[in-house]
């Protein structure tokens, strides 16, 4: 009973900062047809802002609202500012070539901005503990448990309603599906698409900052360390379906409740069975779970 | 099933979720025939063709070929035991030149798999090909790469890439669209001589009637996935339902 | 099948290169160079292998898989069988790669783009999975590789040198002769169009999968021939994602248009690594950044289009 407990409060925490990640990950492809590997650095510059607006917080004893604030203003700059900069002066140019072809340049833009990092914040670890040694932990069902990552649950219900609501109740949430089903007719209707695909890796950066912004609290934070999330958010969104919103929900609770499974049963075996789903969910539907259906073209 | 008949077809039917593009077709073809294809658009010309060289699964009834069952076998199959097929749309190798499209499907349609290990461009393998080409009037081509041709040109060497294979039942989807009128006879000479040569059953779908009149030994139309009338071409073009719904005066 | 391949005229300038790279790297060149030389001729057969995939259209973003098989099964052989002669390590790598290639091409010839990347990226995270987590293959830390032997006699730095040439050598010769082979050609055939590939009577699964065998062949050497000359093998410098990306982005910077383009892309990649790592330690990942994207944007076709404009405008000048 604790034994199930402790795996799937570990799954939850690992799920939802994997499907606030993801989720970034799977618009962005949904829309413009990106696989952005570039998706780490949003991560990894959202953990690292995040980071060092925490500490200097912590160190100066401020009130414990401006760390939560400091974390979405992180995302929100990170975001806005990678994501700007690289839909703008590099993907822009590149729409209509070859998809591998993208996914490389993607590729150099997240060796780029890693190295970045390592300019800019130097290769010593960072630990910004405050928000989450202040909130402290709780019992549930005899296994103890930080709140602050039960918040973070919290967060990904939020992320994930605030989406769903976006898709299905907004004008712009129906224009977005329509770009997403056919990009061509949604340009003969008059939607201007290239806004359409700025916006929209605005915001998937933003999700994958914020996923990076808010887990720093738990773990420590150091150059390269985004390294194993670009392919594990990746294994989450092909294995949910890439382009899906539900597929990333199911997905990352998926990888999550594996992972959790793994580290506690078979450490061992930890990373090999993410994989191992991941391949096994491609050779046997290869859209993925949850496929967003596509437009019959003739 | 009848041995003497080199293709039958019994109540074939198919339907795309629950549109019925083709039923109750019983075709019986003997070896040698020229048979010409008929039918508006939409009649179910192509989808009786793809259905023959395995293209399309029939959604039920038979296809008979030299007496053997060979409903719903694969493309490639059907080309091993000798059923080829030209393209309404060509589908040949866009990137690469005229004669290297020859010279892939020659290669491919030499039984001994030696010949694939076996440089491309081998001298006598090209000296073949040029043969071909000039057959076909597009030697002089030969050199240039295909997505520069004209559609005609394109059609050329299609026909010419399933007839290389030495086919025992060849289909040509509309083998004329395309070709420019002053060059229409001249191509389907060619062609269907070549054909008549080596005993090489054809069933060509077709919309001009000046060229079934022509080459035809039958007339099989089409209208609303139906067989309406299957007969000889004189005949056929006098047939009150082929007038109504084929030649629409 | 090679009748008449060294008369063909990129093999033949292939060898001469090699040739005298040989020479050089034998007697002129610091250590140093020569050891880029040495490994950026063992990458490249992995980066000939993508570029022969590529040819197809289908990019492996897990190539690194073949590339660690080998080199693991190198360092394996060494542990139980005490296997130290350098031919049959490398004959070993690339049979295991190769028999690894042959059983998942049988589901990988089904993918195409995307899916197909993907595919092999999951493929090689699994085997990574459990070679980063595995204690008796070292884990994180890897397996170190002793020096190799040539039937019982140690062999030199020298010596492997120019044994990983002469391997360079046959491979271009063996890849030439597939490429330009009616079967060779028959996947620019598949780019083009699979329905009429399937038409002409040929499986296109097969013809997929021969190619896929013989890619993996080809990264399975590289990963035993660098197993030898590092001397060691690890998953995150031999397995990880990042790797694959690595190998994919030397064929980019390489171009698909010669034989050779792969081994000099190799070369000029382990060149801008250390340079890059000599000068700016902090930022050398930032400059190979930097130059796939400079390549892709402003030389699509690789390095190797580059040469040829030269080729071009040297023409042009002398006319």
Redesign the interface.
């Known amino acids: 009973m604790q034994f199930l407990t402790t795996v799937l409060l570990d799954g939850l925490v690992y799920a939802s900062y994997l499907f606030i990640v993801s989720l970034g990950l799977t618009i962005t492809f949904g829309v413009m047809k990106i ?1 952005n ?1 570039a998706h780490g650095s949003f991560y990894a510059w959202g953990a690292y802002l995040a980071s060092i607006a925490i500490i200097y917080l912590g160190e100066n004893e401020y009130n414990s609202m401006f760390y939560y604030f400091s974390i979405f203003m992180a995302a929100i700059v990170a975001g806005l500012f990678f994501g700007f900069i690289i839909e703008r002066f ?1 993907l822009r ?2 729409y209509g070539e ?4 993208i ?3 993607t ?6 901005l ?3 990092i ?2 800019v914040f130097g290769a010593d670890p960072l630990m910004p503990y405050y928000p989450a040694m202040e909130l402290g932990g709780l019992e549930i069902a005899g296994v103890y448990q930080g709140v602050y990552s039960l918040t973070l649950s919290g967060l990904a219900v939020v992320v994930a309603f605030i989406c769903w609501y976006f898709l299905k109740k907004t004008k712009w949430g129906k224009l977005l599906q329509s770009v997403i089903f056919d990009r061509e007719v949604s340009v003969s209707m008059g939607i201007n698409v290239t806004n359409v695909y700025l916006i929209t890796f605005i915001i998937g950066g933003m999700l994958g900052a914020l996923g990076g912004a808010y887990v720093a609290p738990t773990i420590s934070i150091s150059p390269g360390f985004a ?1 194993d999330v ?2 594990m958010s ?2 989450v969104v ?1 294995i949910g379906g ?1 382009g899906s919103v539900p597929g990333a929900l199911i997905g990352s609770l998926m990888v999550g409740m594996i992972r959790a499974f793994a580290v506690h049963q078979a ?10 789903v ?2 096994i969910v ?2 046997i539907k ?1 859209q993925g779970l949850f496929a967003p259906p596509k437009p019959r073209k003739i | 099933m009848n041995n003497n008949f080199i293709l039958q077809t019994k109540d074939l039917q198919k339907s795309f979720s629950g549109i019925i593009a083709a039923e109750n077709i019983n075709i019986s073809v003997k070896e040698g025939e020229i048979i010409g294809i008929i039918g508006a658009n939409g009649a179910g010309k192509t989808v009786f063709v793809n259905m023959i ?1 395995g ?1 399309l699964k029939p959604t039920s009834g038979k296809i008979h070929f030299l007496g053997n069952d060979i409903t719903g076998i ?3 199959e ?3 035991i000798g059923v ?2 030209s393209f309404q749309v060509s ?6 030149t005229v004669k ?2 020859l ?3 020659m ?3 030499k039984k001994k798999g030696g ?7 081998d001298e006598k393998l090209s000296k073949e090909c040029d043969k071909i080409l000039d057959l076909y009037k597009i030697k002089k081509q030969g050199d240039l790469i295909v997505s520069t041709l004209s559609q005609g040109m394109r059609k050329l060497l299609d026909i010419a ?2 007839v290389v ?1 030495n086919p025992k039942v060849l289909l040509l989807d509309e083998p004329t669209s395309g070709v420019s009128v002053e060059e229409k006879f001249g191509i389907m000479d060619i062609v269907i001589s070549a054909l008549k040569k080596s005993g090489t059953t054809v069933l060509f779908v077709e919309h001009d009637m000046e060229i079934v009149e022509r080459y035809v030994d039958r007339v099989i139309a089409f209208y609303q996935g139906q067989v309406i009338c299957d007969d000889t071409p004189k005949k056929a073009l006098k047939n009150k339902k082929v007038i109504q719904y084929v030649l629409g005066s | ?1 090679f ?2 391949i060294l008369k063909d005229q990129s093999v033949q300038t292939s060898i001469g290169v090699i040739f005298i790279l040989l020479i050089f790297g034998s007697f002129i060149l610091p250590e140093w160079m020569s050891n880029n030389f040495m490994y950026g001729m063992s990458r490249g057969l992995a980066v000939l292998g993508l570029m022969i995939l590529w040819r197809t ?1 289908l ?1 492996s ?1 897990g190539h690194a898989l073949y590339y660690g098989f080998g080199a693991y099964a190198v360092a394996l052989c060494q542990k139980f069988f005490g296997v130290t002669d350098i031919l049959l390590r490398l004959l070993i790598a690339v049979a295991a790669a190769g028999l690894l290639g042959f059983a998942l091409g049988f ?1 990988l010839r089904k ?1 195409r ?3 197909f ?3 092999s ?3 090689s ?2 085997l ?3 070679l ?4 008796f293959l070292g884990s994180t830390d890897g397996m170190s590789i002793s020096p190799s032997t040539f039937f019982g006699t140690e062999l030199g730095r020298i010596a492997l040198f120019n044994f990983i040439g002469l391997v360079v050598i046959l491979a271009i010769i063996f890849a030439q ?1 597939y490429l ?7 996947t ?2 598949i ?3 699979e ?2 590939v ?6 296109v699964e097969k013809a997929i999968h021969i190619k896929y065998v013989i890619s993996a062949c080809l990264a399975g050497g590289a990963g035993g021939l660098m197993a030898a000359s590092l001397g060691q093998v690890d998953p995150d410098s031999m397995v ?3 790797v694959s ?1 690595e190998l ?2 030397v064929t ?1 910077m390489s171009g698909l248009g010669n034989i050779l383009a792969p081994f000099i892309g190799a070369v000029i990649f382990e060149f801008i690594r250390t340079y890059a790592f000599e000068w700016a330690p ?5 400059i ?6 400079a390549i ?2 402003f030389s ?1 076709g690789g390095l190797w289009s580059l040469f040829q404009k030269l080729n071009f405008l040297r023409k042009k000048n002398n006319e």
């Open positions: 696989l590997v590099i140019k590149m070859d998809i591998h072809l996914v490389l340049a590729f150099g833009i997240f060796w780029i890693e190295d970045l390592l300019i390294i670009v392919v990746f294994a092909v890439m450490p061992v075996l930890e990373l090999f069975i993410i994989y191992a991941m391949a491609l050779i290869p | 060289t293209y694969k493309p490639r059907a080309t091993h080829c097929r589908q040949v190798f866009m990137t690469m290297q499209n010279m892939i499907a290669s491919l349609s010949q694939l290990l076996l440089p491309l461009e890439m399933a294979g | 099948m009748k008449g259209n990019v973003f589901i993918y783009e995307i899916f990347a993907m595919l990226l999951a493929f995270m699994v990574y999975g459990l980063a987590k595995a204690e002769a330009r082979s009616s079967l060779g050609h028959l620019t055939a780019q083009d169009n329905i009429r399937e038409y002409l009577g040929y499986s990880l994602w990042s990306g994919v982005f980019i902090q930022a050398w990942q930032m190979i950044g930097g130059t796939l994207l892709i944007f699509p």
